[in-house]
């Protein structure tokens, strides 16, 4: 039996590992899907998600460790999703993106799970720290 952040842990694995290859993140003027694989820095920054939430699960002994990292996937998502914003609110007109896919919100979930995973990890450690003081 797992603890609950493992599931948000995977969850949100899930949400930047595989959603991304079905989601588009937007489509063009001309209705052609615009997937994150199209751009190497939302490569890059899915894949360091990805990363970053695999070593979290890896890591359930070190709590602390894996309560860092959900915090360094949070700002990871934070930038891709301002990296987002940014790109439709610069295209000039109808030009560059015609319509928001769903894959452009992904990091807003991804940072819902990460938030979720981060409060079981603090209230284990806490729990912890409390029997700690009992003995």
């Known amino acids: 039996m797992y603890r609950i952040q493992t599931y948000y842990l995977i969850g949100s694995l899930i949400v930047t590992a595989v959603l991304p290859f079905l989601f588009p993140l937007w489509k063009d ?7 994150f694989m199209m751009d190497l820095t939302y490569v890059a ?12 699960i890896i890591s ?27 790109r439709t609110l610069t295209a000039s007109g109808e030009t560059a993106i015609s319509e928001k896919g769903v894959g452009m919100f992904l990091p807003i979930f991804s940072i819902v799970l990460l938030v979720l995973a981060n409060k079981a990890i603090k209230k284990d450690e806490d729990l912890v ?3 700690d003081r009992l003995r």
Do not use: D, E
């Not at 003027?29 to 997937?35: H, L, M, T």
């Not at 920054?45 to 979290?56: A, E, H, P, Q």
């Open 60 to 86: 359930h002994k070190k709590r602390q460790q894996q309560f860092v990292m959900g915090r360094l996937n949070i700002i990871l998502n934070l930038i891709l999703l301002g990296l987002f914003v940014y």
């Open 45 to 56: 920054l899915f894949g360091l998600s990805n990363t970053l939430s695999l070593l979290s």
């Open 129 to 131: 720290k409390s029997v």
């Open 29 to 35: 003027a001309n209705g052609k899907s615009f997937y």
